[in-house]
């Protein structure tokens, strides 16, 4: 096993917005479930996927 070291996530802008319903998503890990509440993140590709609103509100701060 190799020496482990600290990262840090690049920062990079992604556009959100909060479902107001259940919905499904088509991932890039096949389909995925939404609840109501949950970010839909589009990704730097082009890609979607679904956030619990707890993660999301840890992990991105909303740009001005």
Partial sequence: M?????????PLVI????TD???Y???LEGKMRAEIGYYIITGI???QY???P?????TYEEVV
Avoid at 2 to 10: C, F, T, V
Avoid at 54 to 58: K, R, T, V
């Fill in 2 to 10: 190799g020496e482990l070291k600290k990262y840090r996530k690049k």
């Fill in 15 to 18: 556009e959100a917005y909060q």
């Fill in 21 to 23: 319903r259940v919905i």
């Fill in 25 to 27: 998503i088509d991932t």
């Fill in 45 to 47: 590709k082009g890609e």
């Fill in 50 to 52: 679904p956030c619990k």
């Fill in 54 to 58: 707890d993660i999301f509100e840890q």
